[in-house]
């Protein structure tokens, strides 16, 4: 006798950093959820590469807005779930040592400061009472915004994860999505190499891999895989509070960051120039001479600190840096939750919650708001200045 196929209200694809907090908001609204993944356990795409930087301080209320519901959910998160997620407020600075960086941090300070964001300009003296191990030569300043922080990656996500099960989620993994079913123009389930699933609504939460399955429902979404580099260096005692981002392109790079982990040591990561496009993520022997040169640059005392480790990953990259969020206006029940860039791990939970609010029809004026600057429809044209 055939089994009956299992019918759930949602189906997520992808148990990432968007996918998981989505299921935990989605349970925690009583909506049968099933989470989808090809690999074999929850966080293994780019959730478990990104280097754990959580920050509000972005050019546009869309990415802003999310990232404080983001912020107020890890740094609460303890205190309400138990889980200990290594959230550290150190703040985010980024510097200047150029006219050009000044000028255009400065010409944003005043957009930022409109949308709420805790964040000034310090000059070189009080910049440097922030940050004493800059190097001081040429600083001419920086931003500052305290509330924003790092937490793990690691943690987080199998935190939501927990949760996300306890509250009735369920997970597959080592389940690959093959092909979305439609009928009559709506969505009615998926077929994968496992099985077969029918719902009602589909989450394209498939990061790096979005644009298959936006394939898959019909539906071009522009998000290409973009490799990054990060490492890790051994724990040391505490002598950096924020993350520093220094934003003037060079020639091999067009921006890097690092910061010091609640646990002691310096993570960074920098974005290479020009792009390396494509699914590898085995490391390049580029990345490290390259970063280190810019680091030691800005910060001498770094010298003699060891590294215990570097890795690749994937950005999922839009064509203007903005993520990807709202129904297909083709097929009924088909919900676009990809392109996050640089920064899906901050984005995760508020971006969740968001898509829970789609999914039960119940978006606030304040969602409406932002949700043109992450449309699938939009023109992509426009450019984010600090992805
Ligand atoms: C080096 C590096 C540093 C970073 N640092 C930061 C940072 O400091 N802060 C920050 O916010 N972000 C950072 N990021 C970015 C962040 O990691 C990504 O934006 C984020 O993880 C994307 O989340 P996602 O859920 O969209 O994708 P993922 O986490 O990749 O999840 C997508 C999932 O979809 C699954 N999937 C795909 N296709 C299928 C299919 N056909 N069937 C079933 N499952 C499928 C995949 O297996 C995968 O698990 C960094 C990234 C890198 C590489």
């Given at each position: 006798?055939?089994?009956?196929i299992?019918?759930?209200?949602?189906?997520?694809?992808?148990?990432?950093?968007?996918?998981?907090?989505?299921?935990?908001?989605?349970?925690?609204?009583?909506?049968?959820?099933?989470?989808?993944?090809?690999?074999?356990?929850?966080?293994?795409?780019?959730?478990?590469?990104?280097?754990?930087?959580?920050?509000?301080?972005?050019?546009?209320?869309?990415?802003?807005?999310?990232?404080?519901?983001?912020?107020?959910?890890?740094?609460?998160?303890?205190?309400?779930?138990?889980?200990?997620?290594?959230?550290?407020?150190?703040?985010?600075?980024?510097?200047?040592?150029?006219?050009?960086?000044?000028?255009?941090?400065?010409?944003?300070?005043?957009?930022?400061?409109?949308?709420?964001?805790?964040?000034?300009?310090?000059?070189?003296?009080?910049?440097?009472?922030?940050?004493?191990?800059?190097?001081?030569?040429?600083?001419?300043?920086?931003?500052?915004?305290?509330?924003?922080?790092?937490?793990?990656?690691?943690?987080?996500?199998?935190?939501?994860?927990?949760?996300?099960?306890?509250?009735?989620?369920?997970?597959?993994?080592?389940?690959?999505v093959q092909e979305i079913i439609l009928t009559?123009?709506r969505i009615s389930g998926v077929k994968?190499?496992?099985?077969h699933y029918c719902c009602?609504?589909i989450?394209?939460?498939?990061?790096?891999?979005?644009?298959?399955?936006?394939?898959m429902g019909?539906?071009?979404?522009?998000?290409?895989?973009?490799?990054?580099?990060?490492?890790?260096?051994?724990?040391?005692?505490?002598?950096?509070?924020?993350?520093?981002?220094?934003?003037?392109?060079?020639?091999?790079?067009?921006?890097?960051?690092?910061?010091?982990?609640?646990?002691?040591?310096?993570?960074?990561?920098?974005?290479?120039?020009?792009?390396?496009?494509?699914?590898?993520?085995?490391?390049?022997?580029?990345?490290?001479?390259?970063?280190?040169?810019?680091?030691?640059?800005?910060?001498?005392?770094?010298?003699?600190?060891?590294?215990?480790?570097?890795?690749?990953?994937?950005?999922?990259?839009?064509?203007?840096?903005?993520?990807?969020?709202?129904?297909?206006?083709?097929?009924?029940?088909?919900?676009?939750?990809?392109?996050?860039?640089?920064?899906?791990?901050?984005?995760?939970?508020?971006?969740?919650?968001?898509?829970?609010?789609?999914?039960?029809?119940?978006?606030?004026?304040?969602?409406?708001?932002?949700?043109?600057?992450?449309?699938?429809?939009?023109?992509?044209?426009?450019?984010?200045?600090?992805?």
């Amino acid at each position: 006798m055939n089994q009956p196929i299992p019918h759930y209200d949602v189906i997520i694809i992808g148990a990432g950093s968007i996918g998981v907090p989505a299921a935990f908001f989605l349970a925690k609204r009583n909506i049968k959820t099933l989470v989808l993944d090809k690999f074999p356990s929850v966080g293994q795409g780019s959730s478990k590469r990104a280097i754990g930087g959580i920050r509000a301080t972005h050019s546009d209320p869309a990415k802003i807005r999310l990232c404080l519901s983001s912020i107020e959910l890890f740094s609460t998160w303890k205190e309400t779930y138990g889980d200990e997620l290594d959230w550290y407020q150190g703040g985010y600075t980024f510097v200047a040592y150029r006219d050009e960086e000044k000028n255009s941090l400065q010409k944003l300070l005043q957009t930022q400061q409109n949308f709420g964001l805790n964040i000034s300009w310090l000059d070189k003296k009080d910049l440097l009472e922030v940050v004493p191990d800059l190097n001081p030569n040429s600083l001419l300043g920086g931003t500052y915004s305290p509330d924003d922080g790092s937490a793990s990656p690691l943690l987080a996500t199998h935190a939501f994860y927990r949760q996300a099960k306890q509250m009735g989620a369920e997970f597959h993994f080592g389940d690959t999505v093959q092909e979305i079913i439609l009928t009559q123009g709506r969505i009615s389930g998926v077929k994968t190499n496992q099985g077969h699933y029918c719902c009602d609504i589909i989450i394209n939460a498939a990061g790096p891999w979005a644009s298959q399955i936006g394939e898959m429902g019909g539906m071009r979404i522009p998000v290409m895989p973009d490799s990054h580099e990060a490492a890790i260096t051994e724990s040391v005692a505490r002598f950096l509070n924020p993350m520093v981002v220094d934003i003037r392109p060079m020639p091999g790079s067009s921006n890097f960051y690092f910061y010091q982990h609640l646990t002691g040591q310096i993570i960074f990561c920098i974005t290479p120039k020009p792009n390396m496009w494509g699914y590898n993520v085995e490391e390049t022997s580029d990345f490290l001479p390259l970063v280190a040169k810019r680091m030691l640059e800005i910060m001498p005392r770094l010298k003699n600190i060891r590294v215990r480790r570097t890795w690749r990953g994937l950005y999922p990259m839009t064509p203007d840096g903005f993520p990807i969020v709202g129904w297909s206006k083709e097929v009924s029940g088909f919900l676009q939750a990809a392109g996050t860039c640089g920064q899906g791990f901050m984005l995760g939970p508020g971006l969740g919650e968001l898509l829970s609010r789609f999914v039960i029809n119940q978006l606030t004026a304040q969602d409406e708001e932002i949700l043109p600057y992450l449309s699938p429809y939009r023109d992509f044209s426009g450019q984010e200045l600090l992805k």
